[in-house]
């Protein structure tokens, strides 16, 4: 298990664009009003599990959304990196990070669905490549949102004398949340998370929790300085469903917690659950914290 010391625990919702917007925005109000320490929105243009349905584009949301929210950290989990230069992505998360009142998470990803890229025509790389824009993107946004002007020149993106204004609300720029399973991207993420997240079983979590304490020493940083995040995807997580009573849900973050995750982002049950959720969040989170 990891040794890296945890503060105190946080919860938080990634909830799906599925819904109308007046019911996604009602549900972000209620989830804040519930005591949840963030909200999240997953960055795809159709739902992965039934690929026809309705899908709203996860940062115009976030924009309105910051807006009918007050109190909650909130973010894109995670910004796909192939739908987006990363500079453009730079400028939106400066834009919502205003908006917020500096309340973002800038959350980062390499881009995982293949399906949805062929179906809108957009650029699905090799694994090697994929990677090596991610790691590319990454080191660019950290120098762009840093300075008010930057240059870059790497081998996929190129910054010349690009200006940072306005500056972010949040210094030296807001907190990256990235996204990484695999030995190379959790590297990355020692190197320059603020926020590390992942998902998997208890000892594949426990294995890269590890990995991630070797990569931040030596990238000369204090493990210490990583939050530890946790991500439940219904659907990729099977084995797995916390909201099915108390005393899962109990079971699910002491295991998790164990295996050395501190932040729990959770997708929420189908709304006619929502009962045992207002339960949890009033009954359970506040002695798990």
């Known amino acids: 298990m990891s040794q890296t010391p945890q503060t105190q625990r946080t919860f938080g919702i990634q909830t799906l664009q599925t819904c109308t917007w007046s019911e996604l925005r009602e549900r972000w109000e209620w989830f804040e009003a519930l005591g949840f320490d963030s909200l999240w929105l997953p960055d795809h243009l159709v739902p992965t599990a039934n690929r026809e349905g309705p899908f709203f584009e996860a940062w115009t949301a976030l924009s ?6 007050k109190r909650v950290r909130l973010g894109v989990l995670v910004s796909s990196n192939t739908f987006r230069h990363p500079a453009l992505l ?4 400066v834009t919502v990070d205003h908006i917020s009142a500096g309340r973002l998470e800038l959350g980062i990803g390499a881009g995982w669905f293949a399906w949805e890229h062929e179906t809108f025509g957009l650029d699905f790389p090799p694994t090697k490549e994929l990677v090596d824009r991610y790691a590319e993107a990454v080191t660019l946004l950290d ?16 910054l010349r004398d690009a200006p940072n204004r306005p500056a972010p609300l949040q210094l030296p720029r807001p907190p990256f949340m990235i996204g990484a399973h695999g030995p190379r991207t959790i590297r990355l993420a020692g190197r320059y998370a603020d926020t590390w997240n992942s998902r998997g079983t208890p000892d594949e979590i426990r294995e890269r929790n ?3 304490d070797d990569s931040a020493v030596a990238a000369d940083r204090d493990p210490a300085a990583i939050r ?10 099977p084995e797995e469903n ?3 009573s108390i005393e899962a849900f109990r079971d699910f973050i002491g295991r998790f917690g164990e295996a050395g995750m501190a932040d729990f982002i959770l997708q929420p049950p189908p709304p006619e659950q929502f009962s045992l959720v207002e339960r949890i969040a009033d009954e359970v989170i506040p002695t798990l914290r």
């Open 228 to 237: 530890r995040s946790l991500l439940y995807v219904v659907a990729q997580m």
């Open 64 to 69: 309105a959304l910051a807006m009918a929210t």
């Open 90 to 93: 730079a400028k939106q998360a």
């Open 210 to 212: 590890a990995r991630l």
């Open 143 to 158: 120098t762009y949102l840093r300075n008010g002007v930057s240059s870059f020149q790497g081998q996929h993106y190129t």
């Open 242 to 244: 916390p909201w099915v």
